[in-house]
């Protein structure tokens, strides 16, 4: 009866297995399913926890076993252990079958990557520019408009590519129920590909550490029917200003790797611009352009409509903008230069005023506006010359 003990270990071993097994499979791991990606990842970990909990209930058994079964009695503390030099077979037996057994499930756990990943046909491209503290989403396949959005909204059944950007810092966009994650970092473009194939609304979050407001990123995706998507493209307003608390798109031509790649560097803002057209013109022609001072205040007018975005939140009638996330500058920007507060903050005389509103804008807040809002680093993103020829601009242009 020598083998008793094993059988009962074997015995053990499956009666646990199973009951391991069913009691992992019943806890819900996962938040509903939204997406094709989303099932091949939940069969995979099905196929994880059915390969993983046999081989965990056969370790802990043996060591169990060994430890009840081989421990010291009383009368035995002086003896030693039987000279055992070593099982070839056993050990031939638990070097292979781990092997094996891991070795296919990377082959599967790589196949699932792969299929996640591949590119499909007639796949829609979706804009993700992350900011502190907020997600936009652009459509760049909308008939001509720009659409852009603070709420994502994706027709069933269509894969789509999102194009990651950030503006600031490393952001990191995530929708549990696409059971797909990918890092949004400054400077360059990464590509995530979901196909959504659930009706419904689930949350989108912000997975990285990004500051103060990390916990606030958040927003939703709406999937819905191919026609309601139709629909509800069709009503967007063309050029519509961005959400409050987004850059508007024509700033984010300035960021280095947002758009399609430009020759001439990321200062370089020239390609995919879309409503900015001749606005955006790359920092060194402006530059050169600006020697004069009426010169200098036209250039100032490129810059202020085109890649830096001012006209998107600013209302200026010489610049045709009509921005109302910032203050109106025909109406205010006089007479809040002329404030006692201001030009303790920002400088004495009109030119510094505006000078030090562009490079630093929270030094002093006019009334009614908030800091965070203005893009804090324009002093870096535009070229000295720039910064002079819109102070050039808005100091004749201010009425
Ligand atoms: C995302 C929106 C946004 C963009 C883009 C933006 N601004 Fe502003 N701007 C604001 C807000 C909000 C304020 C008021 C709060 C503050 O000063 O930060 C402001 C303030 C100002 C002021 C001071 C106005 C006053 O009445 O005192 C000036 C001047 C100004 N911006 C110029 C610009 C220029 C030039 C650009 C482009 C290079 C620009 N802004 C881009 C939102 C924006
Ligand atoms: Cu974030």
Redesign the pocket.
């Known amino acids: 009866m020598r083998n008793r003990p094993i059988l009962q270990m074997v015995v053990f071993v499956v009666v646990g297995s199973i009951i391991g097994i069913v009691l992992a499979l019943l806890i819900p791991w996962f938040p509903s399913k939204g997406s094709v990606q989303a099932g091949n990842v939940r069969t995979l970990y099905t196929v994880l926890l059915i390969a993983t909990i046999p081989i965990f209930v056969l370790v802990e058994t043996v060591v169990l076993f060994s430890v009840w079964k081989f421990r010291m009695r009383p009368g035995q503390e002086e003896m030693d252990g039987p000279p055992i030099h070593g099982n070839t077979r056993l050990e031939v037996v638990w070097t292979a079958v781990p092997a094996i057994l891991i070795v296919s499930l990377c082959t599967y756990a790589y196949t699932v990557l792969r299929s996640n990943e591949a590119n499909k046909t007639n796949a829609m491209t979706v804009n993700v520019t992350t900011r502190q503290f907020a997600f936009e989403f652009s459509y760049p396949e909308s008939g001509g408009k720009q659409v852009i959005s603070s709420v994502l909204y994706l027709p069933d059944n269509r894969p789509v590519v999102f194009k990651l950007r950030s503006l600031d810092v490393i952001h990191s966009f995530f929708v549990p129920s696409f059971s797909e994650k990918l890092d949004a970092v400054p400077g360059i473009t990464t590509t995530l590909r979901v196909t959504p194939n659930v009706l419904g609304t689930y949350p989108v979050e912000c997975t990285e550490l990004c500051g103060a407001g990390h916990s606030l990123m958040r927003t939703a995706v709406r999937v819905v029917s191919p026609t309601a998507f139709a629909s509800w493209l069709r009503a967007q307003p063309a050029n519509a200003p ?1 959400p409050i608390g ?3 798109p024509t ?1 984010t031509n300035a960021v280095p790797g947002y758009g399609a790649p430009s020759p001439g560097g990321p200062s370089s803002a020239s390609s995919a611009s879309s409503s900015a057209s001749s606005g955006s013109t790359s920092g060194s022609s402006s530059s050169s352009s600006a020697s004069g001072a009426s010169t200098s205040a036209a250039a100032g007018k490129t ?2 409509t085109g890649a ?3 006209s ?3 209302t200026l009638a010489a610049a045709g903008a009509t ?1 109302t ?3 109106d ?1 025909d109406a ?2 006089k007479s ?2 002329a404030t006692a507060a ?1 030009k303790t903050a920002r400088g004495a005389t009109l030119q510094q ?2 000078q030090t ?2 490079t630093k ?2 030094a ?3 009334t009614g ?7 804090s680093n ?1 002093a870096q993103r ?1 070229s000295a010359d720039q910064i002079q020829a ?1 102070v050039s601009f ?1 100091a004749s242009a201010a009425k």
Do not use: E
Not at 369 to 375: D, L, N, R
């Open positions: 961005p987004t850059t508007p700033v810059v202020f830096a975005g001012c998107g939140c600013h921005g996330v910032g203050p500058l205010r920007l809040d230069c201001s005023c505006i509103a562009i804008p929270y002093y807040l006019p506006h908030s800091a965070g809002i203005m893009p324009f535009l819109l808005l």
